[in-house]
């Protein structure tokens, strides 16, 4: 597990992806959640699945959390994920 954490701010309450493993989200926005170290894109997806609000940041080791603010995607862009 990572040692690692980040809380990822946005609009509330959503899933949250990381380097677009959009299988299943690895946390809440306005939640800490684990990370790995390194670079690391944070994505949110749309009632459409394309990708709404976005930040890249790097993870340093042992971050406690650290924080990002997401940013809007306009237009939102698409994923390899079907729409449900």
Do not use: H, Q
């Given at each position: 597990m990572?040692?690692?954490?980040?809380?990822?701010?946005?609009?509330?309450?959503r899933?949250?992806?990381?380097?677009?493993?959009?299988?299943?989200?690895?946390?809440?926005?306005?939640?800490?959640?684990?990370?790995?170290a390194g670079?690391?894109?944070?994505?949110t997806l749309?009632?459409?699945?394309r990708?709404?609000n976005?930040?890249k940041?790097?993870?340093?080791e042992g971050?406690?959390?650290?924080?990002v603010t997401?940013?809007?995607?306009?237009?939102?862009?698409?994923?390899r994920?079907?729409?449900?």
């Open positions: 990572p040692n690692n954490w980040v809380t990822v701010n946005g609009p509330a309450d899933n949250v992806y990381i380097n677009g493993a959009y299988e299943a989200p690895s946390g809440k926005t306005g939640a800490a959640f684990p990370v790995e670079p690391n894109t944070f994505e749309d009632a459409r699945k990708i709404d976005r930040v940041k790097t993870v340093k971050d406690l959390p650290c924080s997401l940013a809007t995607v306009e237009p939102p862009e698409p994923t994920v079907a729409a449900s």
